[in-house]
């Protein structure tokens, strides 16, 4: 029963990683390019309505970088372990945006969900087999995606 549960949640990590994978390359073109080009103007429309002060600006443009740049690397740990709901570039897919955030903000979320001050129940499965000193190697690297593509 135990094998069963691991299977299917594995297929459908791996399955949200290609999904993501195939978001990245549908911006080549087609159908599918066309109408990810529309859901990302719309996604900027809303962006720019909900926070217009420059430093937002500034942190929005670095994000559209972050999501097109092909040289824009992370580790594997990130990869495997928060990709698939954040986004490779923490930009957030099922998880929320992560991109921006400051080290210690992250590794203090991630401190409450492990311990439970902070309810969630995915977050906290996902944690409780990650070691403190792992977390906290994980919330410096999301805290510096932002100075990455500087
Ligand atoms: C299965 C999907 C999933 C995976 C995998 C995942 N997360 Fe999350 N994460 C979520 C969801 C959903 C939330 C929002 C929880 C909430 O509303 O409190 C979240 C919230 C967070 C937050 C808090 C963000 C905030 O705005 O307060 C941090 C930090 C975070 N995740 C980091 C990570 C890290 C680091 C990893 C990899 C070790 C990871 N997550 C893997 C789904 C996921």
Redesign the pocket.
Known sequence: MKNIIVGLSTLI?VGLMIYVALIGKAFQGGEAGKIIEDMKTFNKVKISKKDSSKENDELNSLKDRAGNSSEFKVSQN?KS??A???GVNGKGI???D?FG?SSEE?YT??IE?KSGR?E?P??KG??IK?EEAE?KE??EE?GSFKDKIK
């Open positions: 990590i990130f372990k928060c698939s709901c954040h099922l998880g929320p992560l955030k992250i979320s991630l969900y902070k969630n995915i977050m996902l944690l990650i977390l994980l919330a999301i």
